[in-house]
């Protein structure tokens, strides 16, 4: 699925999630990069890996009470 990150309502990139893990599978649609969280960028580049990365510290857990 196709999903936006935002930076409050600032639109900073769109994302492509592959359902279920989560994986971070394209990034697409770069809007505002000065808005990207820190250390995503590599070479230049925004690293898909490190987005991943990122977006795991800041998910709800999937064990948390009320989850489906």
Known sequence: MDYSLMHKNIPVIDLELLDGSGSVMRLFNLQTPEHLPP??????????KSMHKWLTGRAIPAGRDGII
């Open 39 to 48: 250390g995503v960028m590599s070479g230049g580049e925004i690293c898909r």
